[in-house]
């Protein structure tokens, strides 16, 4: 069994590969670690790549480093004027990933708020054209661990290690300074959390 998790320096990602290796992985089981440095006209794409180095440390230094991983890098070209969808990352990259390193299983790590942001149609068909795109580009379906799809993200900012939260990053568009936004959906679900559990606002 290979497994690939998709790690963004995210809450929700990191909440998946914690958990994962901690409570989830098979003693021969492979884990690959992706991480894919989009750099778009979103700004954040450094911002994401501090917070998996960070992460990364962190696990290393208690012990929870029994994977392999994995950085690739896409250029959005300037023309593209609207930033690239999770089909870029979750599809076509995770095909190319799943092809190299032979991978059967596949980690996602989309909470229960986006079901409901979105609506559960609309994220039954970007998973469905995610797969597809994948299986093109890799030759075959790839069994879904879903871990959180009925957890708020609320519940596993409180279940994460403090040190561990305070190292991710999530605002969707920073500012000039490199500050969350406090205007994009993620700033506006995730700020008012950090506040009632008194964690650090970067």
Same mark, same amino acid.
């Given at each position: 069994?290979? %497994?690939?998790?998709? @790690? ?7 909440? =998946?590969?914690?958990? &994962? ?5 098979? $003693? ?7 991480? #894919?440095?989009?750099?778009?006209? !979103? ?30 890098? @896409?250029?959005?070209?300037?023309? @593209? ?8 990352? *979750? ?5 190319? *990933?799943?092809?190299? &390193? #032979?991978? $059967?299983? *596949?980690? &996602?790590?989309?909470?229960? /708020? ?6 559960? *149609? ?6 469905? #054209? ?10 075959? %379906? ?6 959180? $799809? ?15 939260? /305070? ?13 969350? =936004?406090?205007?994009?959906? !993620?700033?506006? =679900? ?7 559990? #008194?964690?650090?606002?970067?």
């Amino acid at each position: 069994m290979i %497994t690939l998790i998709n @790690f963004s320096g995210g809450i929700d990602s990191t909440y =998946c590969l914690y958990k &994962y290796m901690k409570d989830y992985k098979k $003693s021969d089981e492979t884990v690959i670690v992706h991480h #894919n440095i989009l750099v778009n006209n !979103t700004g954040r794409w450094q911002k994401e790549l501090e917070a998996c180095h960070k992460i990364l440390n962190w696990l290393k230094e208690h012990g929870i480093d029994d994977f392999k991983y994995v950085e690739t890098k @896409f250029e959005q070209p300037k023309e @593209f004027k609207t930033p690239l969808d999770s089909i870029l990352h *979750i599809g076509y990259i995770s095909g190319v *990933i799943a092809l190299t &390193y #032979n991978i $059967s299983h *596949i980690v &996602y790590s989309s909470p229960r /708020d986006e079901y409901e942001r979105l609506g559960i *149609i609309e994220m039954q068909r970007r998973s469905r #054209n995610a797969e597809a795109v994948r299986k093109i580009v890799c030759g075959k %379906t790839l069994s879904v661990i879903d871990m959180i $799809s009925n957890t708020k993200k609320k519940t596993l900012m409180k279940e994460i290690p403090k040190d561990l939260l /305070d190292m991710c990053w999530f605002c969707r568009v920073p500012d000039a300074d490199g500050k969350p =936004c406090g205007e994009c959906h !993620t700033c506006k =679900c995730v700020l008012p959390i950090l506040k009632q559990i #008194n964690t650090k606002i970067k």
